[in-house]
């Protein structure tokens, strides 16, 4: 059972948009950062988001991230089907003085 | 640019040992606290164990914690676990990884299986 808390899964249709939520606690979301990582079928994890709401180099403005208190949520708009993907919330614990990772959610593209 | 290429997975007997080992380049590895994070097939990701830049300071998950040692070798930038009295439930993908500020790729990993 992962330390922090994301749905299963979430889908939607191309163009709509679609939101993850990622629950943590006050060790770990509520008092340190949050990424979130791509993972494509097959591949490695990718960082996508780093900071909360920081995204890396090669992430389009579509996805965006947001946090308040121990949660935070991962937003993408006008989603594509090469969106479809597992997404991965992460965050520093300070109890575990290592990395929490979320339990993953699978975004389908119907 | 930065390479993080892992080795030294395979398919071991439980209550056997493996060494991992991650090469890395393309950054000043000295200056950076390392971890490890695994996969089991087709489950999440999982952070395994962390060490601070000089070596001296180690953290491990629960799960771990007794049988497994990571170090590492600034001299030469490889980052090491190793892995003793493994379990069936070991059985993963694991990946070395930079700290988040590097916004560093991740290697491909290495497979660990762990089957009589």
């Known amino acids: 059972q992962s330390v922090m808390t994301q749905p299963p899964s979430v889908s939607g249709t191309p163009g709509q948009r679609v939101v993850i939520s990622c629950s943590g606690s006050?060790?770990?979301?509520?008092?340190?950062?949050v990424n979130w990582y791509q993972q494509l079928p097959g591949r490695a994890p990718k960082l996508l988001m780093y900071s909360d709401h920081e995204r890396t180099s090669w992430v389009p403005d579509r996805f965006s991230g947001s946090k308040s208190g121990t949660s935070a949520s991962l937003a993408i708009s006008g989603l594509q089907s090469e969106d479809e993907a597992d997404y991965y919330c992460a965050s520093w614990d300070d109890s575990l003085s290592g990395w929490v990772f979320g339990g993953g959610t699978k975004v389908a593209v119907l | 640019e930065v390479h993080l290429v892992e080795s030294g997975g395979g398919l071991i007997h439980p209550g056997g040992s493996l060494r991992l080992s991650c090469e890395t380049s393309g950054f000043t590895f000295r200056s950076y606290w390392m971890h490890w994070v695994r996969q089991a097939p087709g489950k999440g990701l999982e952070w395994v164990s962390r060490i601070d830049n000089d070596g001296r300071g180690t953290r491990y998950a629960d799960f771990v914690r007794g049988r497994f040692t990571i170090s590492r070798d600034n001299d030469n930038n490889r980052l090491y676990l190793q892995m003793n009295n493994l379990r069936v439930d070991d059985t993963a993908v694991y990946y070395c990884?930079?700290?988040?500020?590097?916004?560093?790729?991740w290697g491909q990993g290495t497979l660990v299986t762990v089957a009589s």
């Open positions: 990884a930079t700290p988040i500020v590097l916004q560093a790729p």
């Open positions: 006050s060790s770990n979301i509520g008092g340190n950062t």
